[in-house]
């Protein structure tokens, strides 16, 4: 426990370190300036990602763009927030979407120090993943296919209606609710009796 408590606070005392630094550049994403006028004065990135947000050891890691597919990925797999856009979220969530984007990169940053592409165990659930991936895109994709080729006219929707006509709900349904006030406790405590009794 106390090992696990002191890991976290260390991984909290370096993400908010690394928010600190000139290369965590969060906040200047929500600034309105032009993203276009940043890049050609910082020279920072190529037109299309945006400016760099956060770097480590010199490297940019996180781009605008970046920032922007990770949080609408997010937004599109979680009931919480769908329907929601990136600019409709609330800056607390953003900023910690964006803290544990810079703890994933400091993460690989370090496996990629230690060679982890080259651990045997690593290899396997790759080779794994891979094909679960193609798997998945070859379903996804023939579907798509096979979905997008299928047209349906105007008027073979109204004969199928007119067929099925038994199957779709004609008048809105409701509920009957009634109700009985009674001026006195012992009325009430009588009639409740009086109803048990016939159940």
Do not use: W
Not at 43 to 58: D, P, Q, R, Y
Not at 59 to 72: C, Y
Not at 151 to 161: M, R
């Amino acid at each position: 426990m106390n090992k696990t408590f002191r890991l976290t606070v260390q991984s909290s005392v370096v993400i908010f370190s690394l928010a600190l630094l000139p290369g965590c550049k969060f906040l200047d994403l929500f600034k309105k300036k032009e993203v276009d006028q940043k890049v050609e004065s910082q020279g920072s990135a190529t037109k299309g990602e945006g400016i760099v947000l956060c770097s480590i050891n010199g490297n940019a890691v996180i781009h605008e763009s970046d920032f922007h597919k990770n949080i609408t990925q997010m937004l599109q797999s979680s009931p919480y927030f769908r329907g929601a856009g990136v600019d409709s979220l609330p800056m607390s969530i953003k900023r910690r979407f964006f803290d544990e984007l810079v703890k994933q990169e400091l993460i690989i940053s370090e496996a990629e120090k230690s060679s982890i592409e080259k651990d045997a165990d690593f290899v396997k659930a790759l080779n794994e993943m891979e094909k679960l991936l193609v798997r998945s895109l070859k379903i996804q994709f023939f579907e798509k296919k096979l979905f997008d080729g299928i047209k349906v006219e105007p008027d073979e929707v109204q004969k199928h209606f007119n067929e099925n006509k038994e199957q779709f709900v004609k008048v809105a349904g409701g509920v009957l609710v009634s109700g009985i006030k009674f001026d006195k406790d012992e009325t009430a405590a009588a009639f409740l009796a009086n109803a048990k009794g016939r159940v």
